[in-house]
């Protein structure tokens, strides 16, 4: 499959992925952009990866986090001041408060790792190779950021919260 | 219960409190590529700058030639000699090839006046608003003219006898006025 190829078929999920993950419109174009950048300059390495998609996707994690530790750094007071929410979701209230809760309870990388996760469906073997860690680390991760949620969610602590390192 | 039902249980507790995420639109590639929309663009701003240039031309000054119907009406040449003053004032209009031949073979030298137009029109003073006359512009003073040059006055040069001055202009002179002959009479017919 051509490199173009995959961005097309990706193009959709990607773009969502990434809007989901800085909630920025304008950044989260960027990021896709990068990502297909970065996709093409290493498309040599193509040949050599078992599942493509989870392949640009954690190109893009990467992006995301990346642009998301940057903006962290420098602007986070900043822009947790100003930020206003993007136009098609100022109405979403169920979303607007998803995204705070994530945002104050969650580390980037959990999020990504749940929203890959229950949202994308890829398994800790692919997040795995997204995140250069093994697939036992993923799971811990996965487990404890999904009881930090349940948790900051008021649904109370997880009572399985060990019980994603079985999977 | 058992650990796998509440795991199953969690994970969908997961899936419900990140549902709403799921309401978030995708970003798409900018495929607004410069490279290609560009000329686009540039063919479209000089199409609108073209068509600018032509209704500000148009505008300006109530205009010339035969677009602005600027009119301009010679005197009759009052030459020292009736009858060619008959055949200068016929002339008014014609081509400079014929008023060289006609004038020439009545004695006459033809110093000649080239004129290039300018772009202001100019009324009467009854009706300052309408185009009578062509001015601005300037006159070229050549040894010779093209022959399809045209005429559109003659006058004599009173220090040299059977000297003429014979004004023309070129006849795609975008901003020449059109030539209204003068009232020759019967004189040198």
């Known amino acids: 499959m051509a490199i173009e190829q995959l961005f097309c078929d990706c193009e959709g999920r990607l773009g969502r992925f990434l809007a989901q993950m800085v909630g920025n419109r304008q950044l989260a174009e960027d990021l896709l952009q990068d990502t297909f950048h970065d996709a093409f300059r290493l498309r040599?390495?193509?040949?050599?990866?078992?599942?493509?998609?989870?392949?640009?996707?954690g190109i893009a994690r990467n992006r995301a986090l990346s642009a998301l530790r940057s903006r962290r750094r420098f602007r986070?007071?900043?822009?947790?001041?100003v930020q206003r929410p993007e136009p098609s979701e100022r109405d979403d209230l169920e979303l607007l408060a998803l995204r705070d809760l994530l945002e104050r309870h969650l580390e980037p990388d959990d999020r990504a790792l749940l929203i890959l996760r229950y949202l994308y469906g890829f398994d800790s073997g692919e997040l795995a190779a997204m995140t250069g860690r093994t697939p036992e680390a993923v799971r811990q991760r996965l487990a404890r950021a999904k009881a930090r949620l349940i948790e900051a969610a008021g649904r109370g602590p997880s009572p399985t919260v060990q019980k994603e390192s079985d999977r | 219960m058992s650990p796998l039902i509440e795991l199953a249980a969690d994970d969908e507790l997961v899936r419900e409190l990140l549902a709403p995420l799921a309401r978030v639109q995708p970003v798409t590639l900018r495929r607004t590529t410069?490279?290609?929309?560009r000329p686009h663009r540039m063919l479209l701003a000089a199409a609108a700058l073209a068509a600018a240039l032509l209704v500000g031309g148009l505008a300006l000054a109530g205009v010339f030639g035969p677009l602005h119907n600027a009119v301009l009406k010679p005197n009759a040449p009052t030459l020292p000699s009736p009858v060619v003053s008959g055949i200068a004032c016929r002339l008014i209009g014609q081509s400079a090839g014929t008023a060289q031949t006609v004038l020439t073979q009545h004695g006459y030298q033809i110093e000649w006046r080239f004129q290039h137009w300018g772009t202001?029109?100019?009324?009467?003073?009854?009706?300052?608003?309408?185009?009578?006359?062509?001015?601005?512009?300037?006159?070229?003073t050549p040894?010779?003219?093209?022959?399809?040059?045209?005429?559109?006055?003659?006058?004599?040069?009173?220090?040299?006898?059977n000297m003429l001055f014979v004004?023309?202009?070129?006849?795609?002179?975008?901003?020449?006025?059109?030539i209204s002959p003068p009232s020759c009479g019967s004189a040198g017919r």
Do not use: K
Request: proline share 12%; net charge negative; aromatic share 6%.
């Open chain 1, 76 to 81: 986070a007071a900043l822009e947790r001041l």
């Open chain 1, 44 to 57: 040599d390495r193509l040949a050599e990866v078992e599942n493509r998609e989870a392949w640009l996707f």
């Open chain 2, 120 to 140: 202001q029109a100019t009324g009467t003073d009854n009706n300052p608003t309408a185009p009578q006359a062509v001015t601005g512009g300037y006159t070229s």
């Open chain 2, 34 to 37: 410069r490279r290609h929309r």
């Open chain 2, 143 to 161: 040894a010779t003219v093209p022959p399809d040059s045209i005429v559109w006055d003659i006058t004599p040069d009173d220090r040299t006898p």
């Open chain 2, 167 to 178: 004004f023309v202009q070129a006849p795609n002179d975008p901003n020449a006025p059109t």
